[in-house]
């Protein structure tokens, strides 16, 4: 009797020990990364790390077009603006940087509003009403 249940207990460990090096295996291979990577969207502010460099001017998203008037003000798609907002910080796991620009009436906007206005938040209070900011680009800092 004793010796059966030496061997259902030995058996038990060599199948868990088992499992916990495939679920090792899984969890290391690129497809979970992948997955896993694109969930991820918490953001923490910060500034740039010895790893980045200055920003590369080939890598810029411009979403809309728009001019400086002779008054000083900005205009983007019949709107006037009276600030041009660089608001730089970094996402959580981002290797770099990221610089939105907005063209605001508002005088200060934070990182967190920022990205979350750019389209990235699933909540529509994070938006900016058309009057108050216009996102126009964005740009990775290297």
């Known amino acids: 009797m004793k ?15 088992a499992g916990i090096i495939a679920l090792a295996v899984y969890r290391s291979s690129e497809g979970y990364r992948q997955k896993n990577a694109a969930n991820e969207a918490q953001v923490v502010v910060g500034s740039s790390s010895t790893g980045c460099e200055a920003v590369n001017p080939d890598d810029k ?40 620009v907005y063209l ?9 509003q920022a990205w979350k206005a750019s389209g ?7 938006y900016f009403d058309i009057e108050d900011a216009v996102l126009v680009m964005w740009q990775n800092v290297y």
């Open 120 to 126: 990235l938040s699933s909540d529509m209070n994070d």
């Open 3 to 17: 010796k059966k249940i030496t061997i259902i207990i030995s058996i038990i460990i060599v199948l868990f020990i």
């Open 61 to 100: 998203d411009k979403f809309k077009d728009y001019t400086q008037n002779s008054d000083g003000t900005w205009e983007c798609e019949g709107n006037t603006y009276k600030y041009k907002l660089e608001i730089t910080g970094r996402m959580n796991n981002a290797t770099c940087d990221t610089t939105f």
């Open 104 to 112: 605001s009436n508002i005088k200060e906007i934070t990182f967190d």
